[in-house]
């Protein structure tokens, strides 16, 4: 239990800021002068403790349970150096009930137990020869239930020897099960406390050199409450209070025997109570005089004597109990003056109403009255727990109520009866009292207790078994009043539905509770997992009873605790397997049969099929036996049943599994391709384009393959949608110009398709070019049958004057002129490939043969073709170099300037690339 401390002010210390780091913070607590945790003295002298501190300021604090004695013995300094304060306190004539721990803080420090940084205590033992103990003689004390509580055996000198015993139990300072540690500058301190165990009377006693004191104390343990009755101001005297006049409120409540509460007043004028006008009389308790009851009503009283304008107001009256627990009331008090409309409203009796256990019983009605005193008259309107009004309800709940509201007589008043109490009529009810100017409301409450009841269920469960690793939601639901709480356990089982001797349940938190107060009920969810079998339980609990409810929670990891587990339909040729599980809660064997045509079953056995291995293949929770085909065949097509046995032998449940096997096909595109193997033209870059091409059969699936020029497509512009099947172009430009394949396999074969792609920009340049060759060509016959003239010329010449010279030589015949074209090599390290047009016919138009390509420059004995299109040279798609060499060797010149070398693949070599043209003799 904390130790609690007065504060002791005695100076006062000038504030003084102390600049500080916001990243560091030093600690640097009060230095008490001697430093030692305690200081023995002795009686009929004086002590001065000494502190010194920072810029902030230090001061003491004396025990709580200091005396006035003490106080007036007191007298403390605070002296100033530096940066440095010094507080003295001095304690003169010092006596044995002295002793106790003195503190030094930090000024400012506003709870001491939890800022130990600015603390530093000494505890003062006051030696006296006559008193062992700081306290002596018997003493009643109350304690809490569950709470913490000291037994202050406080010893005057520290080599005094202390015991403690209880009655009728012997010594028990030293025994572990009653929770009890002695401290000496605490006391005995029993955390917690136990009704059972520490009720009763204790002696502590002290020792020392042949002296002997002692303290007994008779503790009485209060049991921990939960909750306390609102308390109920009676208004009696308060109907018609005027200026001048005195009037009296009385604040009561009812609660049982063995709880302790009290009653405190707050009033809307405070400077009444130091005007001497309040008067708050001495408290009264009495017992309940109903018989078979435990109960009492404490009372406290509260008189204003002639009150005025300023006593007007709401008075609030505030029931604490043992436990702490509080509640309040509030009532209105109006001051009146002549000929003034009032309205005032009060009740006799008990506002909360208790029914439950054998009191609770159908025909015996409760009812609430309030008298009114009001004008004009008001109207009268009565809330039930809800909240809506009681008049509206349907019809049928209207016959649990009963609403009589009395006006014109001596004794105006309202009266609510219930009939047929049951859970649902608990609560919180209200009237509400109102006039043309004044509005009164009165509160009251029905509790009914009732045993808890539990309902429980999971979520999306059948009945059987849970599945291992899947997470299950459980929800339990204990209605009651007061309302229950829900827990939730599990228990261990070795055997299915056999518990018995297993480990006890352990809690569960993972759960969120919620309360919907209207109905007494409180929900709970748990969400678990299921890893291990046991007993799922659910507990709720109120001040009455607790009731429990289970769900075995039996686990498997196989579906419903016996499945078939493999493919229906299996490809001719591949390897699968039929597994059948069954738990181990429910069955100890499995057993494979195949359905024949006969119409029996025919246990399968690897001895009769090659083609089939049988394995087993076991868990903690279920055994499985697999039937493992090593190549699927027609002859495997069929019904295959799997039965599980139980203890005893017998069959108790089976499965079938129909099994289909598909035989292998080719694969084939549909005819519903948009590739034919001829040209697309692409109007505009912009307008992109789409080819399809649609699997029409193949068993496996086919393996779908997009190629352009005979490389894969990796074009950030094109995107391969619908499973393969359709390969999408958003932006066309040269780069994306070719042969574009679409490829499809299995195990069985292949099939492909083609389309050559071509921008329309690329044909009109085609175009341009094949209308000018046959001017160029005119223009360099003209220029070759001139240098043919001039060398026939110059030859001539020279033959007269060798006539002339010497004997006549016939010249050797001259080469034939020529014209060639050599294409710049483009060298960009990778190609080893050269791809040759060649036209050996010397057509204008190349045939499909005219196109070769060749290793390193070398032709192949067996060169692969391709057809050649009209417009510029195409690669074939399986080749691995973009440069083809034309040369005018083997193309009519009028063919020459239209089959230039183009590279589809390097950026910047996509434009034409010039040739040099050389005459050759």
Known sequence: MPYKFLIFVLGFIAPFTVARSPRYVPYDPPRVIPNAESQTVRAATSYTFRCEGDGRGVTWIIPSDATMNLRSRLKLTHITRGNRHISSLNISDLIYTDTGTYICVYNGTRNIEQATENVTSMHLYVSDDAHLLKKSGFEFLRAIQSEAFVIKCLPTHPEVDIILEKESVGRVDNRRDYFISYDPRVGFTINPVMLDIHSGTFKCGATHRGKVDEYTASLNVLVKTSFVPRPHINKTLTRHISVGKSFKLSCSVTVDLEVLVQLSWRTPNSKSRYSGRLEEPNPNSRNLSMGGTHLKIVEQSLIIHDATLDDQGSYECKVTDHSKNTQTTREF????????????????????????????????????????????????????????????????????????????????????????????????????????????????????????????????????????????????????????????????????????????????????????????????????????????????????????????????????????????????????????????????????????????????????????????????????????????????????????????????????????????????????????????????????????????????????????????????????????????????????????????????????????????????????????????????????????????????????????????????????????????????????????????????????ADCRCSLSGRYPQHSQTLQYPSHRNVIPYYSNCSVCDYSIQTLPLNHMMRTLPRNHYDANLRSPSPSKLSAEF
Not at 560 to 589: H, M, R, W
Not at 806 to 813: I, L, Q, R, Y
């Open 333 to 848: 008090v109006h001051i009146l003056k002549e000929e003034e409309s009032y309205l005032r409203i009060y009740y006799d009796g008990y506002q909360t109403i208790e029914r439950g256990g054998v009191e609770l019983k159908r025909d015996d009605p409760v009812q609430w009255v309030v008298h009114i005193e009001a004008y004009p008259k008001p109207n009268v309107t009565w809330f039930g727990p809800d909240g809506k009004k009681i008049a509206e309800y349907g019809r049928r709940k209207r016959k649990d109520f009963a609403i009589d509201t009395f006006f014109g007589g001596p004794n105006e008043r309202t009266m609510l009866q219930i009939k047929n109490l049951a859970i649902d009529k608990a609560g919180n009810y209200s009237v509400r009292v109102q006039n043309e100017k004044h509005v009164k409301v009165e509160h009251f409450e029905l509790v009914i207790s009732v045993e808890p009841k539990v309902e429980l269920f999971v979520e999306d469960f059948y009945g059987g078994f849970f599945e291992f690793s899947y997470e299950y939601t459980i929800k339990c639901s204990g209605t009651g009043s007061p309302t229950p709480d829900v827990n939730w356990l599990f228990q261990s089982c070795s055997s299915y539905n056999n518990c018995e001797g297993s480990e006890n349940a352990k809690v569960l938190t993972n759960f969120n509770n919620r309360i919907r107060e209207v109905v007494h009920t409180q929900d709970s969810t748990l969400k678990i997992v299921a890893r291990k079998s046991g007993r799922v339980i659910c507990q709720s609990c109120n001040s009455l009873d607790c009731e429990t409810k289970i769900i075995p929670f039996f686990v498997t990891d196989i579906k419903n605790g016996f499945n078939i587990y493999g493919p229906s339909k299996v490809i001719e040729g591949q390897p699968f397997e039929l597994t059948c599980s069954a738990s181990i809660y429910n069955f100890t064997d499995v057993e494979w049969f195949k359905h024949e045509v006969a119409g029996e079953d025919r246990i399968i056995s690897p001895l009769t099929d090659a083609n089939l291995l049988i394995t087993s293949r076991n868990s903690e929770l279920s055994f499985s036996k697999v039937l493992r085909f090593k190549n699927a065949s027609l002859s495997d097509h069929g019904r295959y049943y799997c039965k599980a046995y139980s203890r005893d032998g017998r069959i108790r449940s089976a499965l079938h599994a129909d099994l289909t096997i598909l035989p292998l096909e080719l694969p084939k595109i549909s005819m519903d391709t948009n590739m034919k193997g001829e040209r697309s033209v692409v109007e505009e870059p912009h307008s992109g384009h789409e080819f399809y091409c649609p699997v029409y059969q193949g068993r496996p699936h086919p393996k779908i393959q997009w190629t352009l020029n005979g490389l894969n497509i990796s074009s950030p512009r094109a995107q391969i949608l619908e499973e393969g099947q359709l390969l999408k172009l958003n932006y066309i430009t040269e780069v994306d110009e070719g042969l574009y394949v679409c490829s499809i396999s299995n195990q069985v074969g292949a099939a492909r398709v083609n389309q050559v792609l071509i921008l329309q920009s690329s044909l009109d340049k085609d175009f341009f070019y094949s209308h000018i060759s046959i001017p160029v060509i005119v223009a360099v016959s003209v220029a070759l049958l001139l240098v043919a003239a001039l060398i026939i010329g110059a030859k001539l010449c020279f033959l007269r004057k060798s006539k002339k010279s010497m004997a006549w030589k016939a010249p050797p015949t001259p080469p034939t002129p020529r014209l060639t074209q050599f294409d710049l090599p483009v060298d960009d390290g990778e190609c080893n490939e050269v791809c040759r047009l060649t036209n050996n016919s010397r057509d204008a138009t190349p045939s499909e």
